[in-house]
């Protein structure tokens, strides 16, 4: 199984930006989801899929602005992030799971300037 971010990048504040995660050897379903981790912070839940995969639950900080979905073989997973603010900067990790193990993607930095 391998997972692997992309889109991320340097924005102003007020801005959008679209990160990827593409599987090979897994499909995103249950419990699949984007973390990120700040510097000197916890890792931390962004966005995730419900157990059934039917609904999505985003964490409050960033409810109304990013958005998860996944293409239609399950096998790209994306973060819209729209109206980005500062404290969005981090390094945003995809995570994927199957009845083995959980896996994650190398992340990719955001940084949103002021």
């Known amino acids: 199984v391998q997972l692997v971010e992309s889109g991320g990048g340097l924005v102003q504040a007020g801005g959008s930006l679209r990160l990827s995660c593409a599987a090979s050897g897994i499909t995103f379903s249950a419990n699949a989801g984007w973390y990120r981790q700040a510097p000197g912070k916890q890792r931390e839940l962004v966005a995730i899929?419900?157990?059934?995969?039917?609904?999505?639950f985003l964490t409050e900080s960033v409810k109304g602005r990013f958005t998860l979905s996944t293409d239609s073989s399950k096998k790209t997973m994306y973060l819209q992030m729209n109206v980005l603010k500062p404290e969005d900067t981090a390094v945003y990790y995809c995570k994927a799971r199957d009845l083995a193990s959980v896996y994650w993607g190398q992340g990719t930095q955001v940084t949103v300037s002021s």
């Open positions: 899929f419900s157990i059934d995969g039917s609904s999505t």
